[in-house]
């Protein structure tokens, strides 16, 4: 049965003409930055393209090996697409990375405003890193929302620098949130070097005391 309807993934009109059965496959290739891949049936056969959208609200996020039933449609080129796709045998995933990603971001925050509270951490240093967490959060998401919309990319390096210099606790929460950029290991091989160079030199400003008369030089500039 045919039918037209626009494209979610390139905003263009497509025909597609549905196939006769459900088919049970699995998912051989995702990009998970992208928010899409290609699906192949169960004993072999064509493999068809699928869109994060595509997949039925509510499900957990798609992974290469998973078991799936779908819809087989096919467009006026010939091309196959997964449509209604539903997971067979949930893959198990261990929500053990997406806690600590959680657990250290929210900790590291937490003891931040109770040396702020104690006056052990200057003003313009909590304020600082609440202001780059947010920015930091902000450039995950708009950088997720580009890569399923295929639009123009944040460079990797500007999400590093935004790590480096102290939003780094945003971008875990983000990291998870947006599940962006958690599973690609030189990604995160990159980003945990600029966590710890970043808690390094905010170590050696307190310890030295330079933190505080940075605090005491930005206050000074006001009028």
Known sequence: MPYSRCDSAFGTRVNFTRQNMRYVGRITEWNDDRGFGFVTPNGGGDRAFVHIKSFERGSSRP???????????????????????????????????????????????????????????????????????????????????????????TPESTLHIGGLMGGWPGALFAQDVFHHKSRKAKFQSVFWVTVVLNCAVLGWLLATGKSASINQFILGLQP
């Open 63 to 153: 992974a290469a090996g998973m078991l799936v039933s779908y819809d087989l449609l096919k467009d006026d080129k010939g091309r196959f697409n997964a449509k209604d796709v539903r997971f067979g045998t949930r893959k198990p995933r261990s929500k053990a990375s997406a806690w600590t990603r959680k657990t250290v971001g929210a900790l590291f925050l937490f003891v931040l405003l109770l040396g702020w509270f104690f006056a052990k951490v200057p003003t313009i240093v909590a304020l600082a890193y609440g202001v780059m967490s947010v920015l930091a959060a902000l450039l995950y998401g708009m950088d997720k929302s580009a890569a399923v919309n295929n639009r123009w990319r």
